[in-house]
């Protein structure tokens, strides 16, 4: 090789990893395990240790922990884009009609409060969010789910866009089924996040059409007298808190005793119904009433999928300093 050949050679080599170090240097690493090990190694622990103090104090917040990941990253993007209060220009999405019953926002920001006193501005309130539901879910009896981190927070509310992807508790399983196959989540893996029914409550506006004017045949009549008990006017008062258990047996903990109550027709609500009969999920509802290994196995995945769904990472985004306001907003 001649000498020019050779001074050329270690030019373009020079050249190549200079670029190759470059990339590797603005290279986003997406969603990874312990994301925060280097910038705040104390992270997961506050988390887990404040839902653990705020379960103590209020049992509430674990079923709210459950409820946020489902509605935050079900709508196009796991941001925490739920946790924003409405400004002039835009409605929030905590405040559409779907998020009717949500509550215990305000105890997230008494997590990033914690996490702010330890690492300012270093964890969103998106990783918050999906951990928060990861240590609340073990809080009420449920399987520890390893869940990466990475996420940075939307600027702005979905509200607008809702509706196109949250499936509801009154549509058909054929849509239901739908909207959970758009994010990657398999027939196996909706029937184990519904068992999220296990827990938790129904409000009586939710529950009416099926009591009133005349009761849903296809209820269980030893449930229905509970059911008018509990909810005994065909037009509640939406300021009062009226509502049914989800699952009389064991309320605060999530189970597969909710697949046994829907086989015995004790499903609140028309998607709970629907689960237990149609011929696409029946299969996976009486597998999981079964066995409880294999409900948490396919809960644990169905929730890390949905903790994944199309998250803003890098450079997207960005680290609220307040979880209900965007930065711009201070």
Request: charged fraction near 25%; charge should be positive; proline fraction near 5%.
């Amino acid at each position: 090789m001649s000498s020019n050949s050779k001074t050329l050679f270690f030019f373009l080599a020079i050249l190549y990893f200079s670029s190759v170090s470059a990339i590797a240097e603005n290279e986003d690493p997406g969603l990874v395990m312990n994301y925060y090990r280097d910038s705040c190694p104390q992270a997961e622990d506050i988390i887990k240790e404040q839902v653990q103090l705020l379960y103590k104090r209020h049992k509430n917040t674990a079923f709210s922990w459950l409820r946020n990941i489902f509605h935050d990253c079900f709508v196009e993007s796991c941001d925490a884009s739920l946790l924003l209060d409405s400004t002039r220009r835009m409605l929030s999405e905590k405040e559409t009609d779907r998020s009717f019953g949500m509550r215990n926002f305000r105890y997230i920001e008494t997590i990033k409060e914690a996490l702010e006193r330890e690492c300012p501005g270093v964890v969103s309130c998106s990783d918050i969010l999906v951990l928060s539901a990861r240590d609340g879910i073990v809080a009420l009896g449920g399987p520890y789910i390893p869940l990466k981190t990475g996420r940075r927070d939307g600027r702005k509310s979905r509200a607008d866009i809702l509706e196109q992807h949250l499936p509801d508790h009154n549509e058909s399983m054929s849509v239901v089924l739908e909207r959970f196959a758009n994010i990657g989540i398999n027939t196996a893996g909706v029937v184990a996040l519904l068992g999220a029914h296990s827990v938790g409550r129904t409000h009586c506006v939710k529950l009416v059409h099926r009591l009133y004017p005349e009761v849903d045949p296809a209820l269980n009549p030893a449930h229905v007298e509970h059911m008018l008990y509990k909810c005994p006017d065909a037009i509640p008062d939406p300021k009062a808190v009226q509502y049914v258990r989800n699952d009389r047996g064991t309320p605060m903990k999530l189970d597969n005793n909710y697949y046994r109550n829907i086989l015995d027709n004790k499903g609140l609500l028309i998607v709970d119904h629907q689960l237990a009969t149609d011929k696409r999920t029946k299969p996976f509802v009486k597998k999981m009433a079964k066995s409880q290994d294999y409900f948490f196995k396919e809960f644990a995945r169905a929730i890390t999928t949905l903790s994944e769904n199309n998250p803003l990472t890098g450079t997207k985004g960005e680290i609220r300093k307040q979880c209900n306001l965007a930065n711009k907003l201070h």
